[in-house]
T-cell receptor
Framework: DAGVIQSPRHEVTEMGQEVTLRCKPISGHDYLFWYRQTMMRGLELLIYFNNNVPIDDSGMPEDRFSAKMPNASFSTLKIQPSEPRDSAVYFC????????????FGPGTRLTVT | RKEVEQDPGPFNVPEGATVAFNCTYSNSASQSFFWYRQDCRKEPKLLMSVYSSGNEDGRFTAQLNRASQYISLLIRDSKLSDSATYLCVVNNGGSQGNLIFGKGTKLSVKP
């Protein structure tokens, strides 16, 4: 079975550009999470969805970040406009239940903003 | 106080050694506890859940002390392939709370 799929795997963009990261969760998983990982701050939760509905977006750094989940098999994380401090690895994860369950991570998108 | 604290390491140990990692968490309402493993430039993967009674999976033993809000991971007879970063993870209280990840402890097993 396919795991969590993320695209692109690498993204290099210039400051001010719009960046869209994509995620396809594992089929049947009701929860989807977006994380950001940096050396300084570790792995941080940005937002998570349950049955396509955003439950907690308190980790979204600012209005430049937005996330959507139009259906059970697709989610996007958009940064507009991007800044160099947004450079990080962005992971998407899914789980069939609540947070007592194992989260399955995608391979991540390595974003570099110059 | 940080929500989940770990010694960042690195722990450099020879093959066959026993190594222990510790983790403390701040939210006394946390109910679920895990250790994840993350290889260099890869995604985190679940290593094992941590139960109140303690649990063992082969060479790995995890323990939880709720009173002290402390979690441990013991690796016996370490292998070269155990080299990775180990992330301590707790949920943020309640069954629907989000997970809080520690920054990880880096382990390097040398021949």
């Amino acid at each position: 079975d396919a795991g969590v799929i993320q695209s692109p795997r690498h993204e290099v963009t210039e400051m001010g550009q719009e960046v869209t990261l994509r995620c396809k969760p594992i089929s049947g998983h009701d929860y989807l999470f977006w994380y950001r990982q940096t050396m300084m701050r570790g792995l941080e939760l940005l937002i998570y969805f349950n049955n396509n509905v955003p439950i907690d977006d308190s980790g979204m750094p600012e209005d430049r970040f937005s996330a959507k989940m139009p259906n059970a098999s697709f989610s996007t994380l958009k940064i507009q406009p991007s800044e160099p401090r947004d450079s990080a690895v962005y992971f998407c994860a899914s789980t069939p239940g609540g947070t007592g369950y194992e989260q399955y991570f995608g391979p991540g998108t390595r974003l570099t903003v110059t | 106080r940080k929500e989940v604290e770990q010694d960042p390491g690195p722990f450099n140990v020879p093959e066959g050694a026993t190594v222990a990692f510790n983790c403390t968490y701040s939210n006394s309402a946390s109910q679920s506890f895990f250790w994840y493993r993350q290889d260099c430039r890869k995604e985190p993967k679940l290593l094992m859940s941590v139960y109140s009674s303690g649990n063992e999976d082969g060479r790995f033993t995890a323990q939880l002390n709720r009173a002290s809000q402390y979690i441990s991971l013991l690796i016996r007879d370490s292998k070269l392939s155990d080299s990775a970063t180990y992330l301590c993870v707790v949920n943020n209280g309640g069954s629907q709370g989000n997970l809080i990840f520690g920054k990880g402890t880096k382990l390097s097993v040398k021949p």
